[in-house]
């Protein structure tokens, strides 16, 4: 019921710069938080960085200064400009999303398809 589509993962090179987005759509009454997790391979999945609906922000301490979590107006897109790309951080990079269901008033946790992000010189 609710879609994430994720967008902007590509190979760059180590202390270049990429920009991630996210577009949430589907029954949604709200949403409460929007986030980026990623996972490497044998490794599980961590988080990168949320924002909630009053504009809070929380990031993993490897990617503080890094990192940018944003949203755009309608608060149904998430962004994440990244940049100083190091090789650690190299994983696939999955939005997340929390919030209300139209139909039922319940929450969900839903989670997007990902998109690789590749840093290699």
């Known amino acids: 019921q609710v879609q994430l589509v994720e967008s902007g993962g590509d190979l760059v090179q180590p202390g270049g710069s990429l920009r991630l987005s996210c577009a949430a759509s589907?029954?949604?009454?709200?949403?409460?938080?929007m986030g980026w997790y990623r996972q490497a391979p044998g490794k599980q999945r961590e988080l990168v960085a949320v924002?909630?609906?009053?504009?809070?922000?929380n990031y993993a301490d490897s990617v503080k200064g890094r990192f940018t979590i944003s949203r755009a107006d309608a608060k149904n897109t998430v962004y994440l400009q990244m940049n100083s790309l190091k090789s650690e951080d190299t994983a696939v990079y999955y939005c997340?999303?929390?919030?209300?269901?139209?139909?039922?008033?319940?929450?969900?946790?839903?989670w997007g398809q990902g998109t690789q992000v590749t840093v290699s010189s």
């Open positions: 589907g029954n949604i009454f709200s949403i409460n938080a």
């Open positions: 997340n999303a929390r919030g209300v269901w139209t139909s039922t008033r319940l929450g969900f946790d839903s």
């Open positions: 924002i909630n609906s009053g504009g809070a922000t």
